[in-house]
């Protein structure tokens, strides 16, 4: 495969390690000091916000065009790994960023483009992405959320559930349901906004980890939208919704992989520090067995999500399966990787005084999100490559 064009785009270019030095630079002087804050009460990182939109790095993806910085699939991949390898509930600033509007940047007319992705690349406004609700979680086409017609508006009610950044976004991309009988093509997608008339929030959700990323329901209640908020045509919102997961499980990916080398990295410092026996445990070879293991799965795991990242970049046919593929591998390396290092602080990973723990907890997120890992095995069989 060598020198073949397809294993040259899995590489990383200087511009992308350039990017991932400046990004890890900011998130360890920026974001890390208030990561366990963050955590331990549950509120949104502010810090990380302000220091990702100082530096221009809260939606990277979006295009030139619109003001943004036109980052390439790849790099929005570094941004969000090196966010998440400090902090995983600020990484989700630039994911649902780029969760939120990839629909109206892959379906949108020019002029919603123009109105929503401006604030969006200059940091005024945060994107968020309703799928979900209390009945239709895997069975996304079984959403009740509808949307009526009338006149020149369109009038949404309905619930939505577990939406990421839930009140501190400005922009809401909606999926509701236009024509009842048609399931999956009777759904279209809207671009709702925080200030809209009947648009309302839950309590946040109490989760086990992600504790810094807000997760509410969205109430809709009569909300009256102009009907050139409507993302694409009548009926193309669920297709909508998946083309856009295709891209966004790889950013997922990245989350995970970033909370992985967090915890690996702790882990191999704290292990040359512990001493037992009258040595460095990093000297016994079983712990050092442990740490290639950790580091095998995470390097596998990368370098699948920077592949699907390039396809994602080219919009290649299989992307689809890739996208699903890298979600899954990474998420559950990342779960496995986080528990291991748990394993090799002993007592001291189990307690909140190491981070280690909150990784662990952050990490179990990313097998669920944006399809679980059993629906992400589906989309695979169902794509499989030819
Ligand atoms: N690209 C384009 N169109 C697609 C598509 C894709 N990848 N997948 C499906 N479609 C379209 C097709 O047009 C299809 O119609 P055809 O029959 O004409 O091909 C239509 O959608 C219906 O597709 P399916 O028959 O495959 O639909 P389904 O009801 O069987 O559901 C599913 C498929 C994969 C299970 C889907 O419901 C799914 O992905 N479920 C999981 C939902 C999910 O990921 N939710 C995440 C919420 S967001 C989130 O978690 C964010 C966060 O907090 C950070």
């Not at 200030?195 to 810094?212: C, N, R, Y």
């Amino acid at each position: 495969m060598a020198g073949s064009p397809d294993f040259d785009l899995y590489r990383t270019s200087e511009e992308h390690d350039m990017l991932r030095e400046t990004v890890r630079a900011l998130a360890e002087a920026k974001i890390a000091p208030y990561a366990a804050e963050v955590d331990e009460q549950a509120r949104f990182p502010r810090e990380a916000l302000d220091a990702l939109v100082a530096a221009d790095l809260q939606a990277v993806h979006v295009p030139e065009a619109f003001g943004g910085a036109g980052a390439d699939a790849l790099a929005t991949v570094i941004v969000i790994e090196e966010v998440a390898r400090v902090c995983a509930s600020s990484s989700l600033i630039p994911a649902v960023n780029k969760l939120g509007s990839l629909p109206v940047i892959l379906s949108g007319s020019e002029d919603l483009k123009k109105k929503y992705l401006a604030p969006l690349a200059k940091g005024e406004a945060m994107f968020s992405y309703c799928l979900s609700e209390p009945d239709a979680g895997s069975d996304a086409a079984g959403m009740k959320t509808r949307a009526v017609r009338d006149g020149d508006y369109w009038v949404l009610n309905g619930v939505k559930r577990w939406i990421t950044n839930a009140g501190e976004s400005e922009y809401y991309t909606v999926m509701a349901v236009t024509d009842p009988e048609k399931r999956s093509k009777g759904i279209s997608a809207f671009v709702v906004e925080k200030s809209d008339e009947g648009v309302s929030f839950g309590a946040p959700e109490k989760k086990l980890g992600i504790k810094g990323s807000p997760t509410r329901e969205v109430y809709l209640d009569n909300v009256r939208i102009p009907a050139d908020r409507m993302i694409g045509a009548e009926g193309t919102g669920f297709a909508t919704a998946m083309k856009t997961l295709d891209h966004t499980r790889i950013t997922i990916a990245a989350q995970a992989l970033g909370i992985a080398q967090g915890a690996l990295d702790y882990a191999k410092g704290y292990v040359q520090e512990r001493k037992q026996f009258g040595k460095p445990i990093g000297d016994f070879q079983g712990v050092q067995f442990m740490l290639a293991d950790m580091a095998m799965k995470l390097e596998a795991a990368r370098q699948l999500t920077y592949a699907a990242a390039a396809k994602s970049e080219r919009v290649d046919a299989d992307l689809t399966f890739f996208g699903a593929a890298a979600k899954c591998y990474a998420s559950d390396a990342a779960m496995e990787i986080t528990l291991d290092a748990i394993q090799l602080l002993g007592g001291y990973g189990y307690t909140r005084d190491y981070p280690v723990e909150r990784m662990m907890r952050d990490a179990k997120i990313t097998q669920l999100y944006e399809g679980t890992n059993q629906i992400q095995r589906i989309v695979m069989a169902r794509n499989l490559p030819k």
